[in-house]
C-alpha cells in the first residue's frame, strides 16, 4: 500500500494545486497497463512525464551551475552537471524522499520489489519533477532542484559528489581523513595590469601532496590548485593512510 501524497508534498515542499499530476507521476506503466481495458493513453502512467521532468531538469541544474560558478568552464560545469543528473544521484536523490513508498506499481512490479528499484525511482523523480512544472512553472521546480538535487548530501559510489564544487573544502575533508596536514595556501606569481590580473596560487598538504593553478582570482586560482591535489590524492586511493611519506 502506497503512502498518502500529502507526507510526499510536505517532504518537497509544494502543495499541488492539481494533485492528479503528482498521481500520475506515480503510477508506473505497471499498473496503467494492468487496469487498462484496451489500448490506453500515455496520459495513464509517468512516462511522458519522465519525459518532460529530465529535460527540466537538465536546463534547471545547467542553469544553476552557472549562476552558482561563473568563472567555470565548460568542461568543468559539464563533469558537474554529469553527476547531478546522473541516475546514481538522483536515485540517492529519490530515496531520501522515500519516493518508493509513493509509487503506484502493478503487481508484478509490486511482488518483484519494484519500490527499490533505482530505475523506477529515478523515473518517477524525474516526473514528479515535470508534475511540479506542469503544476505552477519552473520556480517551484528551482526550489526543489536547489534543496534536494543541488545540496543533496553525497551518495555512496558518486564519481563526483555535488560538494565537489568546493575543491578547497573537499580536499581538507580528504587531507585530514588521510592524516595529512591541512592545506596551506600560497600565492607565488601575480602577472598582468592591475584590472586583469592572473593569479598563480601553490596549495600543499605535506610534504609531497601539493599542486600550482592559475585563475583570473585568487579564490578561483586556489579552487583549480585544490582540485588538482584532490584528484590525485583520489588515483592514489590504493596508498596506506596515515604515511604522508610515502605519497605521490
Not at 9 to 15: K, L, V
Not at 29 to 35: F, I, K, Q, R, V
Not at 161 to 190: G, H, M, N
Request: hydrophobic content about 40%; aromatic content about 6%; charged content about 30%.
Amino acid at each position: 500500500m502506497r503512502a498518502e501524497l500529502a507526507s510526499l508534498e510536505a517532504r518537497i515542499g509544494y502543495r499541488f494545486s492539481d494533485p492528479e499530476l503528482l498521481r500520475r507521476a506515480l503510477t508506473h506503466s505497471s499498473l496503467a497497463n494492468e487496469t487498462r481495458a484496451g489500448p490506453g493513453s500515455p496520459s495513464d502512467d509517468n512516462e511522458q512525464l519522465e519525459f518532460l521532468g529530465d529535460a527540466v531538469l537538465g536546463f534547471l541544474v545547467s542553469e544553476a551551475l552557472v549562476l552558482r560558478h561563473p568563472d567555470f568552464r565548460e568542461g568543468e560545469l559539464s563533469r558537474l552537471k554529469a553527476h547531478l543528473v546522473s541516475a546514481a544521484h538522483l536515485h540517492g536523490v529519490a530515496r531520501r524522499l522515500d519516493l518508493g513508498a509513493y509509487l503506484e506499481l502493478g503487481r508484478s512490479e509490486e511482488m518483484s520489489g519494484g519500490r527499490a528499484k533505482k530505475t523506477l525511482l529515478v523515473d518517477g523523480l524525474e516526473a514528479v519533477i515535470a508534475a511540479l512544472y506542469l503544476d505552477a512553472g519552473p520556480e517551484p521546480v528551482r526550489c526543489f532542484v536547489a534543496a534536494h538535487v543541488m545540496d543533496a548530501p553525497v551518495s555512496a559510489g558518486a564519481e563526483v559528489p555535488p560538494a565537489i564544487a568546493d575543491f578547497k573544502s573537499a580536499l581538507q575533508e580528504l587531507a585530514q581523513s588521510r592524516k595529512l596536514p591541512q592545506p596551506r595556501y600560497t600565492i607565488v606569481k601575480e602577472r598582468g595590469p592591475e584590472h586583469s590580473k592572473t593569479f598563480t596560487v601553490e596549495v600543499r598538504a605535506g610534504k609531497e601532496w601539493t599542486g600550482q593553478a592559475e585563475g583570473r582570482t585568487k579564490k578561483i586560482a586556489a579552487q583549480r590548485a585544490a582540485r588538482e591535489v584532490y584528484d590525485r590524492l583520489l588515483r592514489e586511493a590504493a596508498e596506506p593512510p596515515g604515511n604522508p611519506e610515502l605519497a605521490g
